[in-house]
Antibody
């Protein structure tokens, strides 16, 4: 079965750190870019970051640039979002999602993981 | 940064009616790299349309996407009960790959 399974998340204080994981199975991991998308409580979707299939290209939304780091481990078919200097406004459900090269959209999504930043 | 504006914010329609959702970009979207997603409460988004007009795998043919440049449309030809949800457009040509603010489709 093609799937992305997320783990990590939880609660942190402002200024703290968390790491999210996204494990891929059922497809050739190295053929797809992966995106992170988040959704604050009661709000719409916000694109956070993407990493290319090879890991050579990574891009971030301005809201997280310099604080979040996206990496992928091809040996483990896994991806990681290291979130540092967390802010209250980072509170959201975070989703990882795969996208094929070219004009394809994000067709497989993880189940989502909740991050709560509060003092 | 390109801004996507979806309209209307909320749409109230009856079963069997036609729904037309709009997504307007502040600048042209390169190669029509524009997707539509459906999201129901407590669920991850689901890809409906990519490349502005291509239905994703398994999506019923009552869903269709059209448009180019700065103006895009998602049409649902005959509303079924499971279609009432929130719909988002997203551009993914260059970063930032922004989403529109969403259109909530409610049942009358």
């Amino acid at each position: 079965e093609v799937q992305l399974v997320q783990s990590g998340g939880g609660m942190a204080q402002p200024g703290g750190s968390l790491r999210l994981s996204c494990a891929a199975s059922g497809f050739t991991f190295s053929n797809y870019e992966i995106n992170w998308v988040r959704q604050a409580p009661g709000k719409g979707l916000e694109w956070v970051s993407f990493i290319s299939s090879t890991g050579s290209t990574i891009s971030y939304a301005d809201s997280v640039k310099g604080r979040f780091t996206f990496s992928r481990d091809h040996a483990k078919n896994s991806l990681y979002l290291q979130m540092n200097s967390l802010r209250v406004e980072d509170t959201a459900v975070y989703y990882c999602a795969r996208r094929d090269y070219g004009y394809y959209g994000m067709d497989v999504w993880g189940q989502g993981t909740t991050v709560t930043v509060s003092s | 940064e390109i801004v996507l504006t979806q309209s209307p914010g909320t749409m109230t329609l009856s079963l069997g009616e036609r729904a037309t959702l709009s997504c307007r970009a502040s600048q042209s979207v390169y190669s029509n790299y524009l997707a539509w997603y459906q999201q129901k409460p407590g669920q991850a988004p689901r890809l409906l349309v990519f490349g502005a007009s291509n239905r994703a795998t398994g999506i019923p043919d009552r869903f269709s996407g059209s448009g180019s440049g700065t103006d895009f449309t998602l049409t649902i030809s005959r509303l079924e009960p499971e279609d009432f949800a929130v719909y988002y457009c997203q551009k993914y040509d260059i970063s930032p790959r922004t989403f529109g603010q969403g259109t909530k489709l409610e049942i009358k």
